[in-house]
């Protein structure tokens, strides 16, 4: 998150929070969450749901990642 570098340490986590909690409120995050467990269960998976989520969620991040960096090398 492109966000300055002057918040104190809790006002960067109360931010990175506010932003997870809005993907995993998301219908895409949700959906995404539903398909891996549906996925998992096939699969005979542990701890299937918890699974599902991390890895949804690390998804989100991550193409938000990709998506920033993208924007910056078309910026340049």
């Known amino acids: 998150m492109g966000y300055p570098k002057y918040d104190t340490p809790e006002e960067e986590v109360k931010r990175w929070l506010n932003h997870i909690a809005l993907i995993c409120l998301s219908e895409d995050f949700q959906h995404l969450k539903r398909e891996l ?34 924007y910056r090398c078309q910026s340049c």
Request: hydrophobic content about 40%; cysteine-free; glycine content about 0%.
């Open 37 to 70: 467990e549906s996925l998992y269960v096939q699969a005979n998976m542990d701890n299937v749901r918890i699974t599902a989520f991390q890895d949804a969620l690390y998804a989100f991040l991550a193409q938000e990642e990709d998506n920033e960096q993208t």
